[in-house]
């Protein structure tokens, strides 16, 4: 069964908002960070977003400042307010789990989405 599913994509000009959103399956309540990671066709999975248990937040350089990533521990939900989009961040974004602290390496992730698409232009 799918433990996380993300929503919220679609298509926006450059300058637009949107904010994405990760339903967790509770089976993955234990998990220590959540992040967001996004690939574009012909290039590899990158980290955007992390946050831990703690509350602890990071964010890859392209998106630090346009980006918000925050979690609601009661709706089991994690999100992912993007601003000031450009054509760049052009791309499939997924949400990811893992136990231990957050790193920038989606092969460390071993619980993911499917993905939902946000197309810049």
């Known amino acids: 069964d799918v433990q996380l599913v993300e929503s919220g994509g679609g298509s926006v000009q450059a300058g637009g908002s949107l904010r994405l959103a990760c339903t967790i399956s509770?089976?993955?309540?234990?998990?220590?960070?959540l992040g967001w990671f996004r690939q574009a066709p012909g290039k590899k999975r990158e980290g955007v977003a992390g946050?831990?248990?703690?509350?602890?937040?990071s964010y890859s350089k392209s998106v630090n400042g346009r980006f918000i990533i925050s979690k609601d521990d009661a709706k089991n939900t994690l999100y992912l307010q993007m601003n000031s989009l450009k054509p760049e961040d052009t791309a499939m974004y997924f949400c990811?789990?893992?136990?231990?602290?957050?790193?920038?390496?989606?092969?460390?992730?071993?619980?993911w989405g499917r993905g939902t698409q946000v197309t810049v232009s």
């Open positions: 509770k089976s993955l309540d234990s998990s220590d960070c």
């Open positions: 990811a789990a893992r136990n231990g602290p957050c790193l920038w390496s989606a092969l460390r992730y071993n619980f």
């Open positions: 946050i831990d248990n703690h509350g602890k937040t």
